[in-house]
């Protein structure tokens, strides 16, 4: 069964902290992974390619482990206003598929 | 201004009735796809088009139905058969690089009276 799974949480953290969050996907032949953020009620954004070497964007740095299957978002200096639900996406068919598969995502809140 | 249009913003729909959902792009992007979210759940697939006059069926297929006419238009209808359509209907369109993303309308939101 091809899968893409999060931790839903929720994530309650104070403003300023840092959060990561792990995403595992079962095809080790994907090629494609982003990160989206979705907003209570609204249409999911991109947030971030996700690259082989790692990227970094601002106070977010996303990272692959392909060995493991997995990854991962880390957000530094936490702002209220990055209280959102964040989704793993991955191109679990491998390339060519032109099918996305979202996973569930995690609740981020930041607290005062 | 590119980007991608979903009309109506809210849709209510009778016992037995068919209602069909606007999704147009101007991105001059080839695939487009539907998806359908529950409170609370992920994202799941409904149908999806890779090209003009051609689609295929996605995870929860059944009760729904598409057309792709236009590259720019791939409207979906949500029929009387589907016994639960209440959610959020999300469209979505891909450059056909296996690098790019998905790029989202604003969602309509089903509601049945």
């Known amino acids: 069964r091809k899968e893409v799974e999060q931790d839903p949480g929720p994530f309650n953290v104070p403003e300023g902290a840092t959060v990561a969050f792990n995403c595992t996907y079962s095809?080790?032949?994907?090629?494609?992974f982003f990160w989206y953020r979705q907003d209570c009620r609204k249409e999911p954004k991109l947030l971030m390619s996700?690259?082989?070497?790692?990227n970094e964007d601002g106070r977010f740095t996303a990272q692959l482990n392909r060995a493991s299957q997995y990854i991962s978002l880390l957000i530094r200096d936490s702002k209220l206003s990055d209280s959102a639900t964040y989704l793993c996406?991955?191109?679990?068919w491998g390339a060519g598929s032109y099918q996305l598969t979202f996973g569930k995502g995690t609740k981020l809140s930041v607290i005062p | 201004d590119g980007g991608i249009t979903q009309s109506p913003k809210y849709l209510f729909r009778k016992e037995g009735q068919n209602v069909t959902l606007s999704c147009e792009q101007n991105?001059?992007?080839?695939?487009m796809y539907w998806y359908r979210q529950d409170p609370g759940q992920g994202l799941r697939l409904i149908y999806y088009?890779?090209?003009?006059?051609?689609?295929q069926k996605g995870d929860i297929a059944e009760g729904y139905s598409v057309s792709r006419e236009k590259k720019e238009s791939f409207p979906l209808t949500v029929t009387s058969a589907q016994k639960n359509p209440t959610a959020f209907y999300l469209c979505?369109?891909?450059?056909?690089?296996?690098?790019?993303?998905?790029?989202f309308g604003p969602g309509t939101r089903l509601l049945v009276l």
């Open positions: 979505a369109s891909r450059g056909l690089d296996d690098q790019e993303t998905q790029y």
């Open positions: 991105l001059n992007h080839d695939a």
């Open positions: 088009s890779q090209i003009v006059n051609d689609f």
């Open positions: 095809n080790s032949a994907s090629q494609s």
């Open positions: 996700v690259y082989s070497s790692g």
């Open positions: 996406v991955v191109d679990l």
